[in-house]
C-alpha cells in the first residue's frame, strides 16, 4: 500500500529542507514532496501533524550478538529494537561467534536479516583474520559478500604495521575501515575511569591516554598512508581535540560517540552499577563537555549507539567481573534530542549526524528524503514523556543505565522500504 505523510516538520540536511510538507511514497520509494498533496483511494494517510519527519535513522554501531551469542540478542530482537527507536538500518559490528572474518558469516546474517528482520542490516567484516591482530582478513571477499565496512571493534588492531597495510588495502578495495582506538598495555584490566571516582570505589581505573594514545596512532597512519579512517565511540577531550585537528590539516578521519558519553560521567558507577560499566568507560564533565563541543563544530560526524546486549547473568556479578557494554537502540533517539534542548545542536544538525553523516561515510545509499529515495523515514514524536522499563524494552537484554528513567521524545512510526515496521500506540 502507498503511504501519504501530510503535515509533518520534514527536516533533511541532504535537502536542507525544514519545513511542514507531505511525502507521497510509492511502491517504496519518495514519490514527491510538497503541500497539500493529496491522497487517492489507495493510500494509507498518516496524520504528522505536531511530529517531525526525518530521513530514516542510522545505527552506524550496534552488536546484533548473532551468530553464536543469540542468547544476549539476535536479529528479530535487534531489528525490532532498532525499530522501536526509529531506526530503519542498523550496522552490526563483527565480534560474533564466530567472527564475521569471512563471506560464509556475511551471507549468513544477510540472508538472516532479509527474512526477519524488521530494519535493514548492513553487516561489518573484521580487519584481521579471527580479530587476532595477526593476518589480514580478505577485505575484498568480504566486500563482496556485502560488507560495508571492517573493523575488529571490541578489540584494536595492536600491530602498528597490520594496520597501517590494513589502511593501505581497505582504500585500495574502497572499503572503509573503523578503528576501536585501545592502547591495552595502557588499559590494562581497567574496569572504569581512571579517576577519583575509580580510587573512592577501590576499582581499578582505565586512563585516558588509553584511548588517546591509540586514537592519535591510527590518525596518524590514516595520515601517513593518504587513507581513510573512522574512529568509533570517541569518548575523552583529548580524542576530540586529536581528531579537531587531524581534520584541520586534512586528514580523511571521521568519527562517532555515542548518547551515553554526552549524558552521563563517571558518577554512574556509584553503587557498584554494572550497566553503567562499559569499554570505553564514562569520563569525566570536562570529557562530557568536550564531547557536545564536538559535536557543535563538526569534529565528531555521527552518534552511534554501540548498543551491546548481555544476559543478566553476565551483569548481575561483582563489578570486576561484569561484561562491559550497555544497549542503546531505544534510548538514543530521546538522549540525542536533549542536544536541541541545551542548543549543542538545531535539529537540522543532530538529524545529520543521526542519519545523513552515517550514510555518507559508509557509502549506505540512504539518509534522505529526494524523490526516487528508497523510503526509510522516522516520524519523532518530540515531545512524548516515557519511562525507560525493562519489561517493555524490545531487546533481548536489559542492561541500560537509564533504566527508570523518564525520556522526552520517541519514534511515533519507523518506515523502512515504504512499509510501517513500528508504530507507537
Not at 241 to 251: C, E, L, N, Q, S
Not at 308 to 329: M, R, Y
Request: charged content about 25%; some cysteine; hydrophobic content about 40%.
Amino acid at each position: 500500500m502507498d503511504l501519504l505523510i501530510k503535515g509533518g516538520r520534514v527536516i533533511d540536511p541532504a535537502q536542507q529542507i525544514d519545513e511542514k510538507l507531505d511525502i507521497r511514497i510509492t511502491d517504496g520509494k519518495i514519490k514527491e514532496l510538497g503541500k497539500k498533496l493529496a491522497a487517492d483511494k489507495s493510500c494509507e494517510v498518516i496524520d504528522a501533524k505536531g511530529l517531525i519527519v526525518t530521513p530514516g535513522l542510522i545505527d552506524m554501531h550496534v552488536h546484533l550478538r548473532d551468530p553464536g551469542l543469540e542468547y544476549k540478542e539476535d536479529i528479530v530482537t535487534g531489528t525490532r529494537a532498532a525499530a522501536a527507536g526509529g531506526f530503519t538500518s542498523v550496522v552490526c559490528m563483527p565480534n560474533t561467534k564466530p567472527v564475521n572474518d569471512n563471506k560464509a558469516i556475511t551471507t549468513y546474517i544477510i540472508a538472516k536479516a532479509k527474512a526477519e528482520g524488521l530494519v535493514n542490516v548492513f553487516p561489518v567484516g573484521t580487519i584481521t583474520q579471527g580479530m587476532k591482530s595477526e593476518n589480514l582478513a580478505e577485505m575484498g571477499d568480504l566486500k563482496e559478500a556485502g560488507c560495508v565496512a571492517v573493523s575488529d571493534d571490541g578489540r584494536p588492531v595492536t600491530n602498528p604495521e597490520l594496520m597501517r597495510r590494513a589502511l593501505e588495502y581497505a582504500k585500495g578495495m574502497a572499503i572503509p575501515l573503523i578503528s576501536h582506538a585501545e592502547d591495552l598495555g595502557l588499559a590494562g584490566d581497567g574496569q572504569m575511569n581512571d579517576g577519583f571516582t575509580a580510587t573512592e570505589l577501590g576499582l581499578k581505573g582505565i586512563p585516558w591516554v588509553a584511548e588517546d594514545a591509540a586514537t592519535a596512532r591510527d590518525v596518524y597512519l590514516a595520515e601517513f598512508t593518504n587513507s581513510p579512517i573512522h574512529i568509533a565511540h570517541v569518548s575523552t577531550k583529548g580524542a576530540v581535540r586529536i581528531i579537531r585537528d587531524a581534520k584541520a590539516r586534512g586528514v580523511q578521519v571521521t568519527c562517532e560517540t555515542a548518547p551515553h558519553y554526552f549524558t552521563l560521567t563517571e558518577d554512574a558507577v556509584r553503587g557498584y552499577n554494572t550497566n553503567a560499566k562499559m569499554n570505553p568507560p564514562l569520563r569525566t564533565g570536562e570529557d562530557v563537555a568536550a564531547i557536545k563541543a564536538g559535536l557543535a563544530d563538526g569534529t565528531i560526524d555521527a552518534i552511534a549507539t554501540d548498543h551491546a546486549p548481555h544476559h543478566s547473568d553476565e551483569k548481575d556479578l561483582e563489578f570486576a567481573l561484569a561484561a562491559n557494554g550497555i544497549i542503546g537502540l531505544e534510548t538514543a533517539l530521546p538522549l540525542a534530542l536533549t542536544l536541541v534542548e541545551e542548543k549543542v545542536l538545531d535539529l537540522s544538525a543532530l538529524v545529520a549526524k543521526l542519519c545523513l553523516n552515517p550514510a555518507r561515510i559508509l557509502k549506505l545509499g540512504r539518509g534522505t528524503l529526494e524523490p526516487g529515495a528508497v523510503a526509510d523515514i522516522t516520524i519523532i514524536e518530540p515531545d512524548r514523556k516515557w519511562t525507560v522499563e525493562a519489561a517493555k524494552l524490545a531487546s533481548k537484554s536489559k542492561n541500560s543505565p537509564f533504566l527508570g528513567m523518564t525520556m522526552k521524545g520517541q519514534s511515533a512510526y519507523t518506515i523502512v522500504g515504504g512499509k510501517i515496521v513500528h508504530k507507537n500506540q
